[in-house]
T-cell receptor
Framework: NAGVTQTPKFQVLKTGQSMTLQCAQD?????MYWYRQDPGMGLRLIYY???????DKGEVPNGYNVSRLNKREFSLRLESAAPSQTSVYFC????????????FGSGTRLTVV | GESVGLHLPTLSVQEGDNSIINCAYS??????FIWYKQESGKGPQFIID?????DKRQGQRVTVLLNKTVKHLSLQIAATQPGDSAVYFC???????????FGKGTSLLVTP
């Protein structure tokens, strides 16, 4: 009964490097989301996928790309990491809309130096 | 743009007291609100939700109150325990109807 699983839990990147954050859910949820959390800023939506095969931009999409690989998996890619992308990244899923509430993963702490 | 905000960034209460965490929202079209609890090093966890056709909803030791007239949301925790120490976020549905917009959070510290 894993819920939402994120990998890796921690990562340090050099400026300009690329990486992909992985997220998988086992609850048969249709919708998935990526948020970033910065001190004093709360959670800000990067991208979301309302259903398999669709993705949409959120509040802060610049510098990121996403892929809804299948119903279970939703990945976030940083093509050229910047120090401003140092943050804690959370993946979440919901049955359909956010009105059912989200289930969050435990987060990925990313540091870009 | 419209946003969800919180009145108090930190709240310190004694064990056994009741806690009240407040949240102001500005999107009058929001029809669904949620409170989340986030413990250190963990992802947010669902506490309780409320739809805009309700004024009050109760859970186990928690109550959410919604005042649509002044666009205010509050979370009441009865008999606060040390395990309640965490950051609490309110959230509302975004214009997309899918994603949630989160407030900046209130840190609740329960002292013995």
């Amino acid at each position: 009964n894993a819920g939402v699983t994120q990998t890796p839990k921690f990562q340090v990147l050099k400026t300009g490097q690329s990486m992909t954050l992985q997220c998988a859910q086992d609850m048969n949820h249709n919708s998935m989301y990526w948020y970033r959390q910065d001190p004093g800023m709360g959670l800000r939506l990067i991208y979301y996928s309302a259903s398999e095969g669709t993705t949409d931009k959120g509040e802060v999409p610049n510098g990121y790309n996403v892929s809804r690989l299948n119903k279970r998996e939703f990945s976030l890619r940083l093509e050229s990491a910047a120090p401003s992308q140092t943050s804690v990244y959370f993946c979440a899923s919901s049955a359909s809309t956010g009105k059912e509430g989200y289930t969050f993963g435990s987060g990925t702490r990313l540091t870009v130096v | 743009g419209e946003s969800v905000g919180l009145h108090l960034p930190t709240l310190s209460v004694q064990e056994g007291d009741n806690s009240i965490i407040n949240c102001a929202y500005s999107n009058s079209a929001s029809d669904y609100f949620i409170w989340y609890k986030q413990e250190s090093g963990k992802g947010p966890q669902f506490i309780i939700d409320i739809r805009s056709n309700m004024d009050k909803r109760q859970g186990q030791r928690v109550t959410v109150l919604l005042n649509k007239t002044v666009k205010h949301l509050s979370l009441q925790i009865a008999a606060t325990q040390p395990g309640d120490s965490a950051v609490y976020f309110c959230a509302e549905t975004s214009n997309s109807g899918y994603a949630l917009n989160f407030g900046k959070g209130t840190s609740l510290l329960v002292t013995p």
